[in-house]
């Protein structure tokens, strides 16, 4: 059973799209991480989300508590983008819940 | 600050060796864990620990042993290393207050 669904599982852009991951979950959850993985790289936490919506730079978390559904938007995207994006959701501080990632490419 | 270390960054050991996983944090977190990465699959957490002294098993414990003596160490010993354990391990801190973790750097050992 997987408490955490990612789509798309890959995405293939092109420099300056619009781009969305969409992360479903089926736990009750107290907060929500979108972390960041580059390639052979460590992991980097990009928001931790309890409702609505944050913004840094050209990156945008929200998230629907009700619909137990949250979206990573990146905005005008650029090859540095190019990393693997990880929803976790958590119903407590030492209980995540992680998604299997998105592998984004974008191409220059 | 250095933010969450770990050594060695990677590391061969034969079936049956037992090695460990070192991992620090100096930024005196009370939350610390394991967790390993295996392709396809998210990461899945091994141990954890609330504080000196407390640890805890989480989702995949078995083969590994933890201890918690200090604020600021988390080692994450393999007793008898098997070609399953071939991973990727990260060690995380937390602060509790703001839920926001810090990820080490990563430990890529392969059993053979």
């Known amino acids: 059973k997987n408490e955490v669904e990612q789509s798309p599982q890959n995405l293939t852009a092109q420099e300056g799209e619009f781009i969305t991951i969409n992360c479903s979950y089926s736990?009750?959850?107290?907060?929500l991480h979108w972390l960041q993985q580059h390639p052979g790289g460590g992991i980097v936490s990009l928001f931790m989300?309890?409702?609505g919506k944050k913004k840094h730079g050209r990156l945008i978390a929200t998230i629907n508590i009700q619909e137990k559904h949250s979206s990573l938007h990146i905005t005008a995207s650029h090859p540095r983008d190019s990393a693997v994006y990880i929803c976790?959701?958590?119903?407590?501080?030492?209980?995540?819940?992680f998604g299997s990632g998105t592998k984004l490419n974008v191409k220059p | 600050n250095a933010g969450v270390t770990q050594t060695p960054k990677f590391q061969v050991l034969k079936t049956g060796q037992s090695m460990t996983l070192q991992c620090a944090q100096d930024?005196?977190?009370?939350?610390m864990s394991w967790y390993r990465q295996d392709p396809g699959m998210g990461l899945r957490l091994i141990h954890y620990?609330?504080?000196?002294?407390?640890?805890d098993q989480g989702e995949v414990p078995n083969g590994y042993n933890v201890s918690r003596s200090t604020t600021e160490d988390f080692p994450l010993r393999l007793l008898s290393a098997a070609p399953s354990q071939t991973s990727v391990y990260f060690c995380?801190?937390?602060?509790?207050?703001?839920?926001?973790?810090?990820f080490g750097p990563g430990t890529r050992l392969t059993v053979t």
């Open positions: 995380a801190s937390t602060d509790i207050g703001s839920y926001e973790q810090y």
């Open positions: 736990v009750g959850i107290s907060a």
């Open positions: 930024m005196n977190h009370e939350y």
């Open positions: 620990s609330v504080g000196a002294g407390i640890t």
């Open positions: 989300l309890s409702s």
């Open positions: 976790a959701p958590g119903n407590n501080f030492n209980k995540f819940y």
